[in-house]
């Protein structure tokens, strides 16, 4: 960032240091978006968004719902009477009916295997500011956690940039399935603690974004044991809980800590409906706190974040509408399961892998084969290539603090399924011709022609398998300006 | 606030020290209306809510509005076709629309002497979030801001709490009308420095909140060359702009740099529409700043307290319908001098005076005279006369930081008509038998007889002028349980 010499003084250091990352190559994709946004007529050559993790496969379903509940609105004639307390109404508890819809809509997401309390909930702006809200509570500047990589790309922002704190990766590996290994904790720790680092505390985003798998038992109870053992804490963020769409199926930490002899006050969840309903824009982040004080004064930080008591009456509607919640949850599963099957054996069709994964609005693409080589120049090398020539919106691994390069994180609910067929396209084109851009060597051409086989024809075979339909074509141009160059959370 | 021994070492200073200020009179103040809050029928006894500067005199104005446009909702058949592209618009900018409107009613209440451009509207949670975001943009922990007292209760919180600042009072006295003067500021200044506090800057609030008053012309070029000279940081807290009921009117800092010779980079202003649109559940706080880089930080920072997209489409409606808003704030302005004169001559015919004020959603009442002695012990005790007593949640000017005891904060728009008259009766009734229980001296007997022809069949005699009127009687009850223990902002 560049300043004035004046302005520099004048503000603080938050102001003019550069920890919000927004120089991240994970920000400057949306940028080259923004730029040249992709449009099936108006510009087919544009870039296609795989940047974001947006669940928009479901709004027929909301649509239907909003229209059949107009007492839900307080700007509908059935709802128009509650305006007055509504728009007055900004205690920091929240609505009751709220904080009763997102426990039982947790409760659910977790298999109904553990009763959330809706005098835990606790409301906050998004999950960004309740990850922030989280922090302030448990840390002071200066102090570490702990948080597994690859790891989500705005946690420098949320966890870090105002409260002052360090993130001290975790590495995991590849070869382990990026599995968060004890030994590795206590590695970062170790490491931590020469460096006479504080730590207070690890964060994991279970299901994991970018890799777009759930944590298992073994590892929850790992990790459990490990925060205990040192006496920081664990905060689990569980935004992508519902995203889960095939077995093995999500756990909520508060499920583990049921059967555990374990220090209680040490877990916090963050949750959301940002990702799991699909609504970002509404900016719904909740804090869940099984200590009392951390609870409490969470509560008091929530003043800096209400959610809209607009949005809060519309949505203690929705979701304590059981049957509706129900409906949705698995039609948004069946969807986000055939989604990412498209993508995934699209790409395998042209010989991309990625890693396995059961849950996200994204998967975690393996471009190694095509690296120069194995490091984060290269891969910022083919991801420029990505961007510029095959001009598809992912983001490169190393933003996510990978250790490992080559890995890029694929988003696929956010588009139609026509935009997919183009992106796939894009990929197949790409993989035949594109390589020789990067790297003309004898290696990648033989990787090429091993892989001309498997990508012969695999777009008309997507068609042919009923996964993908011209129809229901969604216009990716909001009739109001829409240029998030920015997003609060992805 | 009281922690185990463990917890008070697991969290964090923010979490552990007592400078939210929950416990100050103000906020008790509310916990005893929340305990016995007053009903008409129900509990005619009850505390009534004199404490919380709410604007409810205009909703039916809104209501209609509401029914005439249901395009402007995402939950009505007209509007729900936008449904998806609002729940999922989380650009940091916010809807273009919105801060169009947002500009033009700030334009329109500063008497469109100024414009607002729009690009530099920044969104935050209510205004809370947005005194925040601008101290973390302005000054690091440990400096400090000076601030004219009395000032609103909740700015330790709002903006020292989580930033880590310091607020230097800057004494105002009832001599001068609590004028700020520059001798009160070099004053507050240099003892700040004598400390080795940094000072980064003043922040005002005008139309004040406790007193009701605006800043004249003149003193807003003294703040501006104070400022200067020191070259530190003005912050205009503006958010009661609207709601200036007569001369003189509301001139906004804008207005004022405008034609000074001045450094606007050190000029921000903070806004929301909690106060002037009645609308604090929405949680709409507006950063407007003439410094680029403190624009820019603001708005990455807006990530954490972005304002509903459904609220920001509901409302860019509302607001571009430029009819409505000019007719809306006509009346807005009418019925609040309507209610303040009722309340201020209420209080006059039973002896008790207030500052002269044309501003604001509450008053600033002068009880000097019925305090046992000058100090801040006996104003409380007074208060929890009034509290306990007389049952009514009036705020003490030592939780405004007031250096003169015997002040209090009384707000008057959040209530019917029927209740302003049940609180006035009851002021005439302590006024007349209530006051031997504070103090049974000679002296307060003197006082009571004096006041005995004043406060004479008061009550009718707001009746007969037309003043106020037994209908249009409002439930305080919500259908929604609501309890206000701390509210985001007052």
Redesign the interface.
């Known amino acids: 960032?560049e300043?004035?010499r004046?302005?520099r003084q004048?503000?603080?250091?938050?102001?003019?240091n550069d920890r919000?990352g927004?120089n991240s190559p994970y920000f400057d994709g949306w940028k080259a978006y923004d730029s040249n946004p992709y449009h099936p007529t108006h510009n087919p050559r544009g870039v296609i968004q795989m940047g974001l993790a947006?669940n928009?496969l479901c709004?027929d379903l909301?649509?239907k719902w909003?229209?059949e509940n107009?007492d839900?609105?307080?700007?509908?004639?059935e709802g128009?009477?509650?305006?007055?307390?509504?728009?007055?109404?900004?205690?920091?508890?929240a609505?009751?009916?709220f904080r009763e819809g997102v426990a039982k809509l947790m409760g659910r997401v977790g298999g109904n295997r553990v009763t959330f309390d809706p005098n835990r909930i606790v409301t906050s702006?998004?999950a960004?500011?309740a990850n922030?809200t989280v922090m302030?509570?448990?840390?002071?500047?200066g102090?570490a956690f702990l948080v597994p990589s690859p790891y989500y790309a705005g946690f420098a922002?949320?966890l870090g940039w105002?409260t002052g704190l360090d993130l001290v990766p975790v590495d995991c590996k590849s070869s382990d399935n990026f599995r968060i290994t004890r030994a590795a904790l206590e590695e970062a720790y170790e490491k931590a603690q020469r460096s006479n680092i504080n730590v207070k505390g690890v964060i994991v985003a279970n299901p994991s974004n970018p890799l777009g798998t759930v944590l298992d038992k073994e590892t929850m109870r790992s990790l459990v044991s490990f925060v205990n053992d040192k006496?920081i804490?664990l905060v689990c963020d569980e935004i992508y809980a519902a995203t889960t769409f095939s077995s093995p199926r999500f756990v909520s930490i508060a499920e583990i800590i049921q059967d555990m002899d374990c220090n209680r006050?040490?877990i916090h969840i963050v949750y959301s409906l940002?990702k799991d309903m699909?609504?970002?824009?509404?900016?719904v982040g909740i804090v869940y706190s099984f200590?009392d004080?951390?609870m409490n004064?969470a509560r008091?930080?929530?003043?800096?974040?209400?959610?809209?008591?607009?949005?809060q009456?519309?949505l203690a509607a929705m979701l304590n509408d059981e049957e509706f919640v129900g409906n949705f949850l698995r039609e948004s599963s069946k969807r986000l399961a055939k989604r990412h099957h498209a993508f995934t054996k699209g790409l395998e069709r042209v010989g991309i892998s990625s890693l396995k994964s059961n849950a996200g609005l994204f998967f975690w693409m393996d471009m190694r084969p095509l690296l120069k080589e194995q490091t984060v120049k290269a891969e910022l090398e083919l991801w420029r290539v990505i961007i510029n020539k095959v001009k598809l919106n992912v983001s490169p691994g190393s933003s996510f603090q990978c250790s490992e390069p080559g890995w890029f994180r694929v988003c696929f609910a956010?588009m139609d399924d026509q935009t997919v067929q183009v992106a796939l396209e894009r990929i197949r084109e790409f993989v035949l011709q594109g390589k020789e851009e990067v790297d003309g060597s004898e290696k990648s051409k033989h990787w090429r022609k091993q892989n001309l086989r498997l990508s012969f024809s695999s777009s008309s075979r997507l068609y042919d398998e009923g996964l993908m339909s011209p129809a229901h074509m969604?216009s990716p141009h909001?009739?109001?300006?829409?240029?998030?160059?920015?997003?609060?959370?992805t």
Not at 72 to 77: D, G, H, V
Not at 136 to 141: E, G, I, N, S, Y
């Open positions: 960032m300043f004035t004046n302005n004048l503000l603080s250091k938050i102001a003019t919000h927004e947006e928009q709004f909301i649509e909003i229209l107009p839900a609105s307080i700007c509908t004639a128009v009477d509650k305006f007055k307390d509504i728009a007055i109404f900004q205690d920091y508890h609505l009751k009916e702006g998004g960004t500011g922030e302030f509570c448990l840390a002071d500047p102090d922002r949320d105002r006496n804490h006050d040490l940002s699909g609504f970002p824009g509404f900016r200590n004080d951390v004064c008091k930080m929530s003043s800096f974040g209400l959610v809209s008591s607009q949005t009456f519309l956010n969604m909001s009739p109001i300006p829409h240029s998030p160059l920015v997003r609060a959370r």
